[in-house]
């Protein structure tokens, strides 16, 4: 089974704090992806990543940015927290397109920030 | 640009009952589409897919069929149960794309 973890569940940060989002995958898939999830606006992307050191702008990537030393590690950054930044984070993977144009998804990190 | 429409919720249903959770697609070329489904507390995980115009989806008594005419693909389940209240996400994924894009959403409870 493919696996997609994420660093923690639920996160509590401050205005103006650094935040790291971290997200695993297991499965060696060449594409992961960042999402926020909001009520009412369903999934929206904010970055993704097609290759190790690859990222490409999703539709919100104000605020955020993204880094990819590792095939299986795609952190998302949120350089200075601010509170419209409260929301559910999901992680997800997928293998190249043409294999299957399925993605795979992490718990979610609900962020909460004050 | 590729988008996606699905009926608001909640949807609420006793169990047993009826569903249908509408959703319409507008994309240029042959997309593939997508019901997800998020269960309390947990990520999105893949319910059904259909790749091309005609198609049926289906997966624990859930069915979805690709029209292109109508360029829908509406989610339907005949008899559902309590464990199926969850959010219910309609997607598509263009050919050659990288990005799936997700309607808003569908909020079902399913009372006993």
């Known amino acids: 089974d493919v696996k997609v973890t994420q660093s923690s569940r639920y996160l509590v940060k401050r205005t103006g704090e650094k935040v790291f989002l971290e997200c695993v995958q297991d499965?060696?898939?060449?594409?992961m992806f960042w999402y926020r999830q909001d009520p009412g606006l369903g999934l929206r992307l904010i970055y993704f990543?097609?290759?190790?050191?690859?990222?490409e702008k999703g539709d919100i990537p104000e605020g955020y940015s993204v880094s990819r030393e590792k095939k299986e590690r795609f952190s998302l950054i949120l350089e200075s927290a601010s509170t419209n930044q409260t929301s559910m984070y999901l992680c997800?993977?997928?293998?190249?397109?043409?294999?299957?144009?399925?993605?795979?998804f992490g718990p979610g990190t609900r962020l909460t920030v004050l | 640009g590729d988008s996606v429409t699905q009926m608001e919720g909640p949807v609420t249903l006793s169990e047993e009952a009826f569903l249908t959770i509408n959703c319409t697609y507008t994309?240029?070329?042959?997309?593939?589409l997508f019901w997800y489904v998020q269960y309390p507390g947990e990520g999105l995980q893949l319910l059904l897919k259909?790749?091309?115009?005609?198609d049926k989806g289906s997966n624990k008594g859930f069915e979805a069929t690709y029209r292109k005419e109508t360029t829908s693909f509406h989610l339907e389940k005949g008899s559902v149960q309590v464990s199926d209240s969850a959010v219910y996400f309609c997607?598509?994924?263009?050919?050659?794309?990288?990005?799936?894009?997700f309607g808003a959403g569908t909020r079902l409870f399913v009372k006993a």
């Open positions: 990543s097609y290759d190790v050191k690859m990222k």
């Open positions: 994309a240029t070329g042959y997309p593939s």
């Open positions: 997607a598509l994924l263009n050919t050659g794309g990288f990005k799936t894009i």
């Open positions: 259909a790749t091309k115009a005609d």
């Open positions: 499965m060696d898939h060449e594409n």
């Open positions: 997800a993977s997928s293998p190249p397109a043409g294999v299957t144009d399925t993605q795979y």
